[in-house]
């Protein structure tokens, strides 16, 4: 059983920045990529980044390039998601989930495991 925790999800105007973490347990967490992903009211679930399982390797979707960095730390089981400039069409409940098979990367469906997901709130 893996369990994923996100957190750091808020409030914040546009331009602002926000952290969100995702801390895993029950697997062996630096064996595994880990993306970021996100749904607005009335969409549908899209990628935003993910980043390899040693962390040599990260990918974001074109909305979020330059301005979001995904990251992790293996030793603390944790994946981080720092979101800079923010706009207000960033508003979303962000999850984080674990890719076990290090390919397919943009593909929701081949994410077995999935955090509850935090609220991010981008006013204008």
């Known amino acids: 059983q893996v369990q994923l925790v996100e957190s750091g999800g808020g409030l914040v105007q546009a331009g602002g920045s926000l952290r969100l973490s995702c801390a895993a347990s029950?697997?062996?967490?630096?064996?595994?990529?880990m993306g970021w992903f996100r749904q607005a009211p009335g969409k549908e679930r899209e990628f935003v980044a993910v980043?390899?399982?040693?962390?040599?390797?990260?990918f974001y979707i074109d909305s979020v390039k330059g301005r979001f960095t995904i990251s992790r730390d293996n030793a603390k089981n944790t994946v981080y998601l720092q979101m800079n400039s923010l706009k207000p069409e960033d508003t979303a409940v962000y999850y984080c989930?674990?890719?076990?098979?290090?390919?397919?990367?943009?593909?929701?469906?081949?994410?077995?495991?999935w955090g509850q997901g935090t609220q991010v709130t981008v006013s204008s």
């Open positions: 029950g697997r062996t967490f630096s064996r595994y990529a």
């Open positions: 989930a674990v890719n076990p098979f290090n390919r397919s990367y943009y593909d929701s469906r081949v994410y077995d495991y």
């Open positions: 980043i390899s399982f040693s962390g040599s390797s990260t």
